[in-house]
Structure formats: structure tokens, C-alpha cells
């Protein structure tokens, strides 16, 4: 599971601007980061959380767990 830390919450809003998400489970994108329409997968469901991402932001103290956001695929296709 791919974690990281943010000191705010528009730090993570201008990583990840496209609010799309690709299921751990099916691959489907999905615009809810915790439940895919397709196949009913939940991000928190422990059988996939090798393909989810986990994050923390500092300012609110919040840490959640995600399916992936889509630009991390983007950015191992582009290297």
C-alpha cells in the first residue's frame, strides 16, 4: 500500500485534481474513492489494500484510505 503525508488539503487536491479513482478490486474508474459502482469493492477491504493508497493530512490530522487516484497510474506510464 502506497502511503503518504500532505500538510494540507489543497496540497492533495492539486496532486490529484481529476477526482477519479481506479478500483483495487475490478480496475474500473470510479469517481468515489472508497466504493466502486461496478463491483461494490470497498477501498478499506483488506484482501486488496496492496492496490490502494493511504494519505495523511497534517493540518486536519485525518489519514484515510483510497483506491488509487488515477494520475498514479499517469505517472508510471510517463515514467
Known amino acids: 500500500m502506497q502511503e503518504e503525508v500532505f500538510e494540507t488539503q489543497r496540497e492533495f487536491n492539486n496532486k490529484f485534481p481529476?477526482?477519479?479513482?481506479?478500483?483495487?478490486?475490478?480496475?474500473?474508474?470510479?469517481?468515489?474513492?472508497?466504493?466502486?459502482?461496478?463491483?461494490?469493492?470497498?477501498?478499506?477491504?483488506?484482501?486488496?489494500t496492496e492496490k490502494t493508497y493511504r494519505y495523511t493530512i497534517k493540518e486536519i490530522n485525518k489519514t484515510e484510505q483510497i483506491f488509487k487516484p488515477i494520475e498514479l497510474f499517469k505517472e508510471n506510464i510517463n515514467g
Open 18 to 48: 481529476n477526482k477519479m479513482y481506479v478500483c483495487s478490486r475490478c480496475g474500473a474508474l470510479t469517481n468515489n474513492p472508497y466504493q466502486c459502482r461496478e463491483c461494490e469493492n470497498q477501498s478499506n477491504n483488506f484482501i486488496y
